[in-house]
Nanobody
Framework: EVQLVESGGGLVQAGESLRLSCAAS????????IAWFRRAPGKEREGVSSITTSEHVTYYADSVKGRFTISYDNAKNTMYLQMNSLKPEDTAVYYC????????????????????WGQGTQVTVSS
């Protein structure tokens, strides 16, 4: 069974950085698309960034391009999200999710394609 465990959330001030981690276990195939989503209070769930585990093809939401960097460590089966220049509007619960590699181009806009989800980690950015 695939399990995803997020960590690294916290409270920071605007302009500061955080790095989120998502430890994956139980993968049975060689290649998945795994992604970060976030949900802010009163808002819809938003796809933030995704990466394929084999070729490390990446996608980003326009709202985070140039500030966030996604990566995947195959030796550790762990995905990271380096978040720089954080803004109060980045405040949300951040979730990692995994699905088939074939959804790599659409997963951020189609979260229903994800097969597995983590429990989430809270990120709060104060102004």
């Amino acid at each position: 069974e695939v399990q995803l465990v997020e960590s690294g959330g916290g409270l920071v001030q605007a302009g500061e950085s955080l790095r989120l981690s998502c430890a994956a276990s139980g993968f049975t195939y060689d290649d998945y698309t795994i992604a970060w989503f976030r949900r802010a209070p009163g808002k819809e769930r938003e796809g933030v960034s995704s990466i394929t585990t084999s070729e490390h093809v990446t996608y980003y939401a326009d709202s985070v391009k140039g500030r966030f960097t996604i990566s995947y460590d195959n030796a550790k089966n762990t995905m990271y999200l380096q978040m720089n220049s954080l803004k109060p509007e980045d405040t949300a619960v951040y979730y990692c999710a995994a699905g088939s590699r074939r959804w790599m181009r659409v997963l951020l806009s189609a979260p229903n394609r994800a097969d597995y989800w983590g429990q989430g980690t809270q990120v709060t950015v104060s102004s």
